[in-house]
Structures are given as C-alpha cells and as structure tokens.
C-alpha cells in the first residue's frame, strides 16, 4: 500500500557502483596524468608531437550533442577500457624489452594504471549487469605485428596510449554521472508510482 | 586606381570598399574615404613613423607657388620643395589634415588626411574555456597601439575542420568558439592575423580541449562567524553561473585564509577553519579592514579557476577547479 520513500536495493547498489566507479575513474586519470608526465620524459619526446599516423587506439571523442542510451554509453566506456588493458600490456612489454629495460619503478608505474583499468572494467561489467543491459563484443584490434614496430613508433604508441586513456577517464566520469542522474529521475518515478498504489 | 574630378559620391563609396579589400603594400597606402552627403572625398594617407613623406600638390606643376595647410593653418615655406610639401621624420603630431591652394587664386588643388603609424607587432593571443563544455572562446590585443586602424581575422582549425568563432559586439577583440567534438585529442590550433595599411603581423597557438578549460570563480561568497564560537567561521558560495553542466564536470574548490596581521595565506585543506586567539582576527566582523584583491595562486589541480571572494571581510578567497570527483563542492559549497 504505503511504499517506502527509500530507494530500492538495487537503485542504492547501482549508485554505489557508479560512485566507485567515478572514483576509480578519476584515480586513473590522476596517475596517467603523472605518468603522461614521465613517459615524454624517458621516450625524449616532446607533448605536442603529431600522433595522427599511430592508429589501434580507442578514441574517446564524441560528436557534441551526441545522446547515447544508458547501454551505449556503459558499453563503449567497457569496450575501450578492454582495448586499454591488452595495450598497456603491450606498452608495458615493450619498455620492458625494448624502450627502458632497467626503470623497473617506471613499469611498476604501468602496471598500476593497468590493474585499475583492468578493475574499472570490472565495474562496468558488473554495472551493466545490475542495469540488465548485455554486454558489448569483444572486437579485439588485431595488433599489429610487434616485429614491424621500430623503437619510434613504439614509442609515440605509447603516448597515444596514455593520452586517449586520460581523455576517456574524463569521458567515464561525465558518462557515469549522465547514467546517475538518469537512474535518480527513474528512481524518482519508481517511488512515486509505488505511492499510487 | 585613381580618383577624378567627376566623381560622385556614389562612385566614391563603391571604389573605397573596393580599395579597402586589398592587402596593404608599399604602394598602396593610401586610401579613399567619402564624406556621405557632402560631394566631397576625402584621402586618407597612412605613413610609417619615423619616416620622411612628400606630398605632391595635385596635378601642380613642380615649381608652382601654392600655400600648404595644416589643420588649417599656414605652414611655413620652409618645408615645401616647390610645390611639394616635405614632411622630415613623422611622428603622431604630424597627423592631421593638410591641403594645398593655388598662389594666386586659393583654389583648393589637393587635400589629405595623414595618420601617422605602425605596422602591427605580433599580436597576443589567448583562448579559454570557462563554460565547458559548451565552448570557448579566444581574446586578443596588440602590446602596443599602431595608431592607426586594424583589422584582424581569426581562425580556428579542429585538425582538418575549420569552426566558426563568432565576434563579439563588445568587447570587439574576443569571439566565441563551440565544442563539436568533447574528449578529442586532436589540438586546437588558433592563428590570428592583423593587418592595417602599413604591414601585417600573425600568431598561431595551439592547445588540447583541456588545456584551456578555466572555470570563473566561486559566486556569493559569503562569510560569517558562527554564533556562539567566535574561534569558527561559516564561508559559504555556489558554483559559478557559467558553468553549465556542474553535475557531469563538478568543480572542486580551494579555501584559503589570512589574518590581516599575516602576509601568507593558509590554504584549507578539508574546508574547516579555526582562528586561534593571537592572530589578530576575532569573532568581530567589524574589526576586519579593507579588501585584497584576488590573485592565482592554485595548488597543482587538472585545470585551475580564478581566484574569487574579493569582498569584505578580505581575508578569505576561493577558487574553483575542474574535474573533481571527490565530494567536495557541488551547486552550493560551505565550509565552517
């Protein structure tokens, strides 16, 4: 008859995933920032250098005005961030091997954006899953063959990495709050629906 | 081109919007300009400072005895050569109106307005986007004034694409530029270019879409000791009005405090102040003098605001930053 004027469990267990999920986001875009930082730094490279030609990168520009569902928005934030983890690895793997073989503090730099990334993911999955919503394909790039690379392009791959990675923590935050004011307005007519009865 | 004695006014003001389109060079410095209503055309001569000008009478022979004015007043013989007017290492005074009279008969044979100038120096160029992200929008000046009429022409490239940056009415040096693309990191790049009848000078910047986001301070900024406590004050303040979308891009803020016997400023790290007793600041609103105006003086953050709160009591400011996601700030801040 009377219903509650309390959100249902899984509104709270919604908000508390996009919550941790804003957080982790913004860690993220806190520690790439650092790193972006010292990346230039060991590779010799300078900001502004032209990374047009390095392609296998999960873009995170939008069209202005673009409206994007609650699923879209969720699914192309998981899908990059599944690009994300196999090309850290590689990143990860070619300093490792090639770039900087001896800065162990600065892959253990990597690593760590790389295990929060792998943990964002995670979130999202899982905030699709509450949300009912299935989730996207898998479209692995395809690398490129590693052999083919020079040290260069390895190089400017990376930085193209690091950066596409910062603009898409920026992205998730404003997408993952879009999501919460969506469901709150949903809440909202859940509970008021639930009064008329 | 050249001008005749038949011409009216109506050809007058086709031929000086024809002229006007043409870039500036040594040859044509010079020109037209119609006085609407008069018959009458004036031409406007422009001159580098510094320089040495010769101005001919007309069609005058070159040993003609004509008069030469100067804002309507006789010049002296001494600088003419012939019928020709020297003028030796213009400078601003030199600017004005000059006319040229047959000896005999004072008939009018020539008349000029001359400004003297500069070419343009390299324009300052700055682009910021305290509305993000709705747009930004880029300002420019001269550092120093050429004296003379400018013209300038901006433009805005998003890799390949050109977006329109729309003048402002006033002031007429900015113009406003919208987002097409969010979270791009293709760089902006701005190139501005002045011109005016005696050169032309240009500068490009380029920027990331982040680069540049600035929020505008804190507004209503209030602070107020809280009853009872003397030792704790209240501070209050919402998020400022332009910026749009504070739920999707919520802004952190940064306190900081300084008792008026004090040069340095203490930065809130939890927005929680407390005076102790010594400091020269009371629970007494009253006794708190005169105002500081606001600087930048922003910890390391994303993207940094301007310093807001230049109100009385003066020793408190705030200031925004972007891209927060802590639960700090939000539509309406307060801070005890």
Redesign the interface.
């Known amino acids: 008859m009377m219903a509650s004027a309390e959100q249902t469990p899984v509104t709270l267990q919604h908000h508390n995933l996009c919550s941790r999920a ?2 982790l ?3 993220i ?1 806190s520690d790439v ?1 650092s790193l972006l930082e010292s990346y230039v730094e060991r590779q010799g490279l300078d900001r ?1 250098i032209s ?2 030609s390095v392609d296998g990168v999960p ?6 005005g673009d409206e994007l569902t609650e699923a879209e928005r969720l699914g192309a934030n998981l899908q990059a961030y599944w690009a994300f983890q196999v090309l850290l690895g590689e990143v990860l793997e070619e300093q490792r091997s090639h770039l900087t073989p001896l800065d162990t503090d600065f892959h253990a730099s990597i690593q760590s954006v790389l295990l929060q990334v792998a943990a964002l993911a995670y979130q999202l999955e899982e905030l699709l899953a509450l949300l009912g919503h299935g989730r996207p394909a898998w479209e692995a790039a395809g690398p490129e063959d590693p052999g083919h690379r020079s040290l260069f392009e390895m190089k400017l791959r990376g930085l ?1 990495v690091l ?2 990675l910062a ?2 923590t ?2 998730s ?2 997408d993952l ?2 999501v919460t ?1 969506h469901s709150r307005g949903s809440g909202t007519a859940h509970r008021g629906q639930a009064q008329k009865e | 081109m050249t001008w005749s004695k038949l011409l009216t006014p109506n050809h007058c003001r086709s031929l000086w919007l024809s002229s006007s389109t043409s870039p500036p060079a040594e040859e044509s410095r010079t020109s037209w300009r119609c006085c609407w209503g008069t018959g009458r055309y004036t031409h406007v001569q422009y001159e580098r400072l510094g320089a040495d000008v010769t101005m001919q009478c007309g069609a005058m022979d070159g040993d003609a005895a004509v008069t030469w004015t100067a804002n309507g007043t006789d010049m002296d013989e001494s600088q003419f050569n012939g019928s020709r007017l020297v003028l030796r290492s213009v400078d601003l005074t030199h600017s004005g109106q000059y006319a040229c009279y047959e000896g005999s008969s004072w008939h009018l044979k020539y008349q000029t307005y001359l400004k003297v100038g500069t070419s343009p120096k390299e324009p300052v160029l700055m682009c910021r986007s305290n509305n993000y992200p709705k747009g930004f929008y880029c300002s420019w000046h001269l550092p120093s004034p050429t004296y003379i009429p400018n013209a300038f022409n901006i433009t805005v490239m998003h890799g390949p694409r050109e977006l329109v940056c729309e003048k402002d009415a006033f002031p007429k040096n900015r113009c406003h530029i919208r987002y097409l693309q969010l979270f791009s990191t293709v760089k902006y790049k701005v190139t501005l270019t002045v011109t005016n009848a005696l050169g032309r000078n240009a500068t490009t910047i380029t920027f990331d879409e982040f680069a540049i986001v600035k929020p505008d301070p804190p507004e209503n900024v209030v602070a107020k000791p809280v009853s009872n406590n003397p030792r704790r004050l209240e501070v209050r303040w919402q998020n400022p009005s332009s910026w749009p979308d504070p739920e999707s891009f919520p802004l952190k803020f940064f306190l900081r405090y300084r008792p008026l016997i004090l040069d340095q400023w203490q930065h809130v790290s939890d927005l929680s102040i407390a005076f102790t007793e010594g400091q020269g600041v009371g629970g007494k609103a009253g006794g708190l003098l005169g105002c500081r105006g606001p600087s930048l003086q922003p910890p390391p953050c994303l993207n940094s605001g301007v310093w807001g709160g230049n109100f009385c009591p003066p020793f408190l400011s705030l200031y925004p930053a972007h891209f927060s996601t802590g639960k700090q700030g939000g539509k309406e801040g307060r801070g005890v």
Do not use: P, S, Y
């Open positions: 804003i957080l986001a913004g860690k875009r920032a502004t990374l047009d873009r995170a520009a939008v069209e202005q193209k950066q596409e603009h898409w920026v992205r935050v404003r709050r879009q004011k």
